[in-house]
């Protein structure tokens, strides 16, 4: 199974010991030690109100939120998780702009740490527009255990490829 595609940028080392756990079928456990549930976020109703909580507690001055749904058409294989849609229009004399997140649907079956880091990771966007250090500070902001939560993430993302769902 090709892991590299979602850890290709960690150290030979790191890469090595992750290898390791899927060889001997081990990461399945060591995610559910870890993260024993997925969380209740069921819904886009349900999404909306979990995403614009950590908006309105973080960011209270950005501008508000249009949409956040669960989205079946973002694909992982791309690299994306999520997106973050940001559309400016003219209407009238005005310029108005629209902010969406919408969140892979891989992630309605997941720990809410993961959700989180996603969610999170979305909001940043709202700020910072470029994956620069400015954007991974706002992260780690919002989420203090940013970047572990990324990298179980990446490490979820390799055991679901598996075929063997942690959370039914």
Do not use: W
Request: with cysteine.
């Amino acid at each position: 199974m090709p892991i590299h595609k979602y850890i290709r940028n960690y150290s030979p080392e790191l890469i090595d010991k992750v290898s390791i756990l899927v060889k001997n079928n081990q990461l399945r456990s060591y995610l559910l030690d870890k993260y024993p549930q997925a969380h209740n976020i069921y819904n886009d109703n349900e999404l909306r109100e979990y995403v614009t909580s950590l908006k309105n507690k973080h960011m209270k001055k950005s501008q508000p939120l249009q949409k956040v749904i669960y989205d079946n058409k973002i694909h992982v294989v791309n690299n994306a998780l999520g997106l973050h849609n940001y559309i400016s229009r003219v209407q009238g004399n005005k310029l108005k702009s629209i902010n969406e997140i919408r969140i892979s649907s891989i992630f309605k079956k997941t720990p809410e740490d993961f959700l989180k880091m996603i969610a999170v990771h979305e909001l940043a966007h709202l700020k910072e527009r470029q994956h620069n250090r400015a954007f991974y500070r706002l992260c780690q902001h919002m989420l203090e255990n940013y970047h572990q939560l990324e990298f179980d993430t990446r490490l979820y993302l390799i055991q679901t490829e598996t075929g063997d769902a942690l959370y039914e």
